[in-house]
């Protein structure tokens, strides 16, 4: 069936350092992918999101790009801050379904 | 600044009780969800609804059921909580097949 593999966390990472947090994606069709964002205490926001292959999303300083032929989704970031602090959740969804499948989240913690 | 809003933050609860844990969107939107947040998990879908009145199971209905009589509002019912449904539960609501917006969750505790 369709999934959503996210690396293990917790991630930690230093002031200004660079990130990527790998997901890849099983699915029999052509899906969206997105990618959520939650901090501490809160409900889960969208990050970013990519409706096609080859299209990138990009927001606050994060972008990802939908590869179809990697089957790949993976978030970058080229300088993270201690705001950044949060867990990261990839998600796929069917044009015309409902049901988001989302992978089990990537915590980060970046260091001062 | 569309809203999603869920009644309780932190809620503890007794096993056998019966728990209703209500959602509310303020944004007109046609689609609700619950899902239930566990480490190492991620997010798993308990129901969904498409409309007033209409419903649908998600992965993992068993021992919850739902009621959505508005169209803003969408309550999730433990029957008989068990220490199993311990956990956080996100509601979340969206139009058309688009961009979730999530509440804050309720960390829910079944002693």
């Known amino acids: 069936g369709d999934s959503v593999t996210q690396m293990e966390g917790p991630v930690t990472l230093s002031e200004e350092a660079f990130l990527t947090i790998n997901c890849t994606y099983t699915?029999?069709?052509?899906?969206?992918l997105f990618w959520y964002v939650q901090y501490p205490g809160e409900g889960l926001q969208l990050l970013l999101k990519?409706?096609?292959?080859?299209d990138k999303g990009s927001n606050k300083g994060f972008e990802a790009t939908y590869r179809k032929e990697t089957t790949s989704f993976h978030l970058e970031k080229g300088s993270v801050q201690v705001s950044d602090s949060a867990v990261y959740f990839c998600?796929?969804?069917?044009?015309?379904?409902?049901?988001?499948?989302f992978g089990t989240g990537t915590r980060l913690k970046v260091l001062a | 600044d569309v809203k999603v809003t869920q009644s309780s933050r932190y809620l503890v609860k007794r096993t056998g009780e019966k728990v209703f844990l209500e959602c509310v969107q303020d944004?007109?939107?046609?689609?609700m969800f619950w899902y239930r947040q566990d480490p190492g998990l991620g997010l798993r879908l308990i129901y969904f609804?498409?409309?007033?009145?209409?419903?649908e199971k998600g992965d993992i209905p068993e021992g919850y059921s739902v009621s959505r009589e508005k169209k803003e509002r969408f309550s999730l019912i433990l029957e008989s909580a068990s220490t199993n449904q311990t956990s956080m539960y996100l509601c979340?609501?969206?139009?058309?097949?688009?961009?979730?917006?999530f509440g804050p969750g309720t960390r829910l505790t079944v002693l």
């Open positions: 944004m007109d939107h046609e689609n």
């Open positions: 998600a796929l969804l069917y044009s015309g379904t409902y049901k988001y499948i």
């Open positions: 609804s498409y409309d007033v009145k209409m419903k």
């Open positions: 990519a409706t096609k292959a080859d």
């Open positions: 979340a609501s969206t139009e058309g097949v688009n961009e979730q917006f």
């Open positions: 699915a029999t069709g052509y899906p969206s």
